[in-house]
């Protein structure tokens, strides 16, 4: 549900909680190659071992650009170990192929309810966001805004069956169908961040509006010579339970429970600076409310 299937997140995040329930055979692109099958899965105790995806920014790509990277780094460096990657596209069968395959240790940006694996705590939260241009006047903030029902909406669609992300099933249960375009998180693939088009769809004035998952709204929002409007939607949750905030984690295989709190020990000691590196990428973050 996130950005590429984040923890819708979603995200997807998305965000990862949609390619975990989907998790099927799938053919990748022909410059991926197949993790090794292994018998023993047991954490690295030399190096940091991270899966993630090579071309997905704001959050990782192959040149360690994403804020998961630099996060993963800090961790690392925390743990004194160097941070070694396997490179695969978070789509199906990801979770499958890596963390549960033992090929890797960790994943970034899970949900904290994540179910295969074990999310640390969590290390920020996030929301969607809707998406305009400074010059359109809008001033969206809310799924109630009666202006959605005459605006060019884009949606973020997950999966190769376009399968809707919350902001979909928001707009659907208020009868708001027809004005509704779908970008796939998965995008052209021989693009950089192919999942950024729908933030270009508002600068092209190709769509009024997007509702995108915020870490990579704010991304690349912020790169734009034309200035975006990016506000958190509201309601934060659409009855009965349709949540658009989310708290994410770092993902371990089950049973790496040494693992988990050697983590958890460095996101609590290092948050400051966490904080400073989403800063830097424009994450926008809700406050957590009393109790959460």
Same mark, same amino acid.
């Given at each position: 549900m996130f950005s590429r299937c984040r923890s819708l997140?979603?995200?997807?995040?998305?965000?990862?909680?949609?390619? *975990?329930?989907?998790?099927?055979?799938?053919?990748?692109?022909?410059?991926?190659?197949?993790?090794?099958?292994?018998?023993?899965?047991?954490?690295?105790?030399?190096?940091?071992?991270?899966?993630?995806?090579?071309?997905?920014?704001p959050f990782s790509n192959k040149k360690g650009e994403?804020?998961?990277?630099?996060?993963?780094?800090?961790?690392?460096?925390?743990?004194?170990?160097?941070?070694?990657?396997?490179?695969?596209?978070?789509?199906?069968?990801?979770?499958?192929?890596?963390?549960?395959?033992?090929?890797?240790?960790? @994943?970034?940006?899970?949900?904290?309810?994540?179910?295969?694996?074990? %999310?640390?705590?969590?290390?920020?939260?996030?929301?969607?966001?809707?998406?305009?241009?400074?010059?359109?006047?809008?001033?969206?903030?809310?799924?109630?805004?009666?202006?959605?029902?005459?605006?060019?909406?884009?949606?973020?669609?997950?999966?190769?069956?376009?399968?809707? *992300?919350?902001?979909?099933?928001?707009?659907?249960?208020?009868? !708001?169908?027809?004005?509704?375009?779908?970008?796939?998180?998965?995008?052209?693939?021989?693009?950089?961040?192919?999942?950024?088009?729908? !933030?270009? *769809? =508002?600068?092209?004035?190709? !769509?009024? @509006?997007?509702?995108?998952?915020?870490?990579?709204?704010?991304?690349?929002?912020?790169?734009?010579?034309? %200035?975006?409007?990016?506000?958190? =939607?509201?309601?934060?949750?659409?009855? %009965?339970?349709?949540?658009?905030?989310?708290?994410?984690?770092?993902?371990?295989?089950?049973?790496?429970?040494?693992?988990?709190?050697?983590?958890?020990?460095?996101?609590?000691?290092?948050?400051?600076?966490?904080?400073? !590196?989403?800063?830097?990428?424009?994450?926008?973050?809700? *406050?957590?409310?009393?109790? @959460?």
């Amino acid at each position: 549900m996130f950005s590429r299937c984040r923890s819708l997140i979603l995200a997807g995040s998305l965000l990862l909680a949609a390619c *975990a329930k989907q998790d099927a055979p799938v053919s990748f692109e022909r410059h991926y190659i197949e993790p090794p099958k292994q018998t023993k899965i047991a954490a690295s105790e030399t190096t940091l071992r991270v899966c993630a995806d090579p071309n997905n920014l704001p959050f990782s790509n192959k040149k360690g650009e994403g804020f998961e990277n630099k996060i993963a780094e800090l961790i690392g460096s925390e743990m004194h170990r160097p941070v070694e990657y396997t490179w695969w596209a978070e789509r199906r069968g990801f979770f499958r192929n890596t963390l549960r395959a033992g090929v890797c240790d960790v @994943v970034m940006g899970v949900p904290v309810s994540f179910e295969l694996a074990v %999310p640390t705590r969590s290390y920020y939260r996030s929301t969607y966001v809707f998406v305009t241009r400074k010059d359109g006047g809008l001033n969206i903030h809310s799924f109630d805004d009666p202006q959605l029902r005459s605006l060019r909406i884009g949606v973020q669609m997950i999966g190769d069956d376009g399968t809707n *992300a919350p902001p979909a099933h928001a707009l659907a249960n208020r009868g !708001i169908i027809n004005n509704v375009r779908g970008y796939t998180v998965y995008g052209n693939y021989t693009e950089d961040s192919p999942p950024a088009r729908i !933030i270009d *769809a =508002v600068v092209n004035k190709d !769509i009024d @509006v997007a509702i995108v998952w915020g870490p990579m709204a704010g991304y690349f929002a912020a790169m734009q010579k034309v %200035p975006l409007d990016v506000r958190p =939607v509201s309601p934060e949750i659409d009855l %009965p339970y349709l949540p658009f905030v989310y708290d994410i984690a770092v993902g371990v295989r089950r049973g790496e429970n040494d693992l988990k709190d050697r983590i958890d020990s460095i996101l609590a000691d290092k948050h400051t600076a966490i904080d400073k !590196i989403l800063d830097s990428y424009h994450l926008p973050r809700p *406050a957590a409310k009393e109790g @959460v």
